[in-house]
């Protein structure tokens, strides 16, 4: 019998039955906890695709899978947002595409971790954003041809989403630009 107060301990196949006894009262307090032999996770897989700059809002995730995985998990992270855009698990095979396009105008990262007879830790990131397709130039509508005016005014068919325009003229008589 332990002394009043010391703790014992018993082994019981993978638990640890803890006890302690106080001189006040004979009571024990018992606190069982579970001591599990540590699961072989599996590696990450290796990150493919997508990275660096895409222009599919809607892009396929592409990996290679890591040895005895039998599933895996990814988490898409939004840097604008600061937050996860999407966290998908169960994924098998070697690709998945998000069901909703991913915001355009946000940057993001991605990381993966797999299951084998328990989850593994999350492996490296890859980070990608979208990329900005330059508008067509707009159409010039004036001045055309050869022109004596020497402040002409210029317009053109302006261009959906452009922000401002920048106008480059080049005097043809010095070989070089005026503005």
Not at 77 to 105: H, M, N, Q
Request: with cysteine; charged share 10%; glycine share 8%.
């Amino acid at each position: 019998m332990p002394r009043s107060g010391s703790p014992s301990h018993r082994q019981l196949g993978n638990m640890v039955r803890t006890t302690a006894t106080n001189s006040l009262r004979a009571a024990c307090i018992g606190l069982a906890l579970a001591i599990s032999s540590i699961a072989a996770a599996a590696d990450p897989p290796s990150l493919v695709a997508p990275q660096g700059s895409i222009s599919d809002t809607t892009p396929e995730f592409q990996w290679q899978a890591a040895a005895g995985a039998t599933m895996y998990q990814i988490a898409i992270y939004d840097d604008t947002a600061r937050s996860y855009a999407v966290i998908e698990a169960g994924l098998t095979g070697t690709t998945w595409t998000p069901s909703s396009p991913l915001d355009d105008t946000h940057s993001y990262r991605w990381k993966m971790r797999s299951f084998e007879s328990g989850w593994g830790s999350w492996g490296p990131v890859l980070r990608f954003n979208f990329a900005s397709a330059a508008p067509d130039p707009p159409a010039l509508l004036q001045p055309m041809g050869t022109i004596s005016d020497t402040t002409p005014q210029f317009t053109w068919v302006p261009v959906d989403g452009a922000l401002s325009y920048q106008i480059a003229i080049y005097d043809v008589t010095a070989g070089a630009y005026a503005l």
